[in-house]
């Protein structure tokens, strides 16, 4: 019965993270262009870079898995952040909308018959979100190595804007990471009382106001994450310089 654009949303939604998509997945399975030598810069996407096909420079932490095509650079954090963003609450909310019509928008017929909500496989594991946040931490703790590091090149401390974007591209992964509801819970979760725990408090406080933009964190860092990883393609291929302030 609604006669609005109520189709408007979901289909923004389909191009957004179809488009996303569709670029990580050529750029994860190109195996070139994702690190700049002379500045330290390594994109996201390919961040720890595991393979024996990596680069020598680049592999921060070893080459412990073999080269096949297959097999992407990053394979021991791309999983867990796919699994991290696949079970976000509002990434659920997001395509289930979006690509699977239930519902496709409110006061609008599910575009299904029958409805198990998130009981039965695959939807179950869903609830495995608080661990695949645990894993998100330290892959964000390994990003802003990463970050740090990119200020050290072969000649020397460094700043240019490279860094800017890749500090900016952490600072917002951050933001989206604790503002998750499964952290709001696991800082502030089974308190009866916050008046014996200020500290927590505070901490709590400090997430749910984060947890209030999270939906616009998580459309922002797939921003931020697409441009870190076109930008150090794009100066890896020579298709520009960096931008440099300090050496």
Known sequence: MRTDRWWL???????????????ATVRVFMHDFYWVADYHYLTPFYSPCI??????EAAHFGTFLPGWWIIPEAALSLPFLLLFRLTCYYYRKAYYRAFWLSPPACAVPD???????ETR?????????RYAFYAAGIISLVNTYDAILAFHSPEG???GLGN?????????????TISCHSCRHIVGGRLKHFSKHPMRYRAWTFVS????????????????????????MAVSAGWFSDLRFIN
């Not at 496989?121 to 495995?128: D, G, R, S, W």
């Open 9 to 23: 949303a979901p289909l923004i939604t389909v191009v957004g993270l179809g488009g996303w998509v569709a670029y």
């Open 51 to 56: 393979t024996d096909r990596c680069i020598p």
């Open 111 to 117: 575009g299904h018959k029958t409805y198990r909500g």
């Open 121 to 129: 496989f695959p939807l179950i594991f869903q609830n495995a979100h």
């Open 157 to 159: 401390f460094g700043f």
């Open 164 to 176: 800017l974007i890749l500090i900016a591209n952490v600072v917002m992964l951050w933001a989206y």
């Open 209 to 232: 106001k984060l947890n209030v933009r999270h939906m616009q964190l998580a459309w922002i860092t797939l921003g931020t994450l697409a441009l870190t990883d076109f930008y150090i």
